[in-house]
């Protein structure tokens, strides 16, 4: 388990929640799951109901999106960043695919 220091730390790495209070991390904090993936696992695939925000605390991952050619590699996030903030906000169905490239959590 993470303790509370590195998530507020990770949390506060993110432009997102920099400057939020004290009061909304312990929250963050309080209402989120903290959960691993081994590399090459699929955090996120696409076409998936966007129901939540990652906030990868270690490691990396790679974003694709599926297409007509191909699996099309879109970029690679590096901890501590926010993934999938988009489609949450808008209530939109996933359109890229996140695959853990190491391991993290």
């Not at 963050?28 to 799951?33: A, F, R, V, Y």
């Not at 129901?51 to 699996?71: F, P, Q, W, Y």
């Not at 590699?73 to 996933?94: D, F, Y």
Request: contains cysteine; proline residues 3%.
């Amino acid at each position: 388990m993470i303790d509370s220091t590195a998530l507020r730390a990770a949390i506060r790495a993110t432009s997102a929640f920099r400057d939020i209070s004290e009061a909304n991390v312990t929250y963050l904090i309080e209402s989120g799951e903290v959960r691993s993936f081994d590399a090459g696992s699929i955090v996120v695939a696409q076409g998936d109901s966007s129901d939540s925000v990652i906030l990868l605390l270690s490691g990396e991952v790679i974003i694709t999106a599926d297409s007509k050619r191909g699996v099309i590699p879109i970029s690679t996030l590096h901890a501590p960043c926010l993934v999938g903030e988009m489609g949450a906000l808008a209530q939109l169905r996933r359109t890229a695919s996140v695959r853990a490239c190491s391991p993290y959590v």
